[in-house]
């Protein structure tokens, strides 16, 4: 399922992502011996990005340490996918979120580059993702093709 999200935010919030020395785990990096140091999950190990949660509704926030809070400042920054926004479709959210990400509540690492990439691809638009219970995926921009009968010179 394609989900929308507001350009501009998420561009925000992985500007907040990259620009943070430390970086709050998903569960399964908490338990990757990579990010561990003396048992402990190590918040500079943890790199950049954003997480996709899916609870009430479906949303991108940063994992950025400290937290990039909302304009009351109360609670963490995120962007809502546009069609799973308990705010804006109360009745639709729920039903979206788990045809999209599944029965169960949880959240998926997205890396600053992924990100970085679709924001490029959906330039002037809507950033978009496709969610299924199985996979995500983001657009990218393909790299330039060479003419195939054009030969580099060295």
């Known amino acids: 399922m394609k989900l929308h999200f507001d350009h501009a935010l998420v561009a925000r919030l992985l500007a ?73 479709s109360p009745e639709e959210s729920y039903d979206i979120k788990r045809a999209a990400f599944g029965d169960d509540d949880g959240v998926e690492f997205l890396a600053a580059d992924v990100i970085r990439n679709a924001l490029e691809a959906t330039a002037g638009g809507a950033l978009w993702l496709d969610v299924t219970p199985s996979r995500i995926s983001a657009p990218c921009l393909a790299p330039p093709r060479r003419n195939a009968g054009t030969r580099r010179r060295v």
């Open 16 to 88: 907040h992502a990259t620009a943070a020395k430390e970086h709050l785990p998903t569960f399964e990096q908490s338990c990757a011996p990579a990010f561990l140091s003396d048992g402990k999950v190590d918040h500079a190990r943890i790199p950049a990005g954003l997480m996709l949660v899916g609870d009430d509704g479906l949303y991108l926030m940063s994992n950025g340490m400290p937290a990039l809070c909302d304009p009351q400042g109360r609670a963490n920054l995120v962007a809502y996918a546009r069609e799973a926004d308990p705010k804006t």
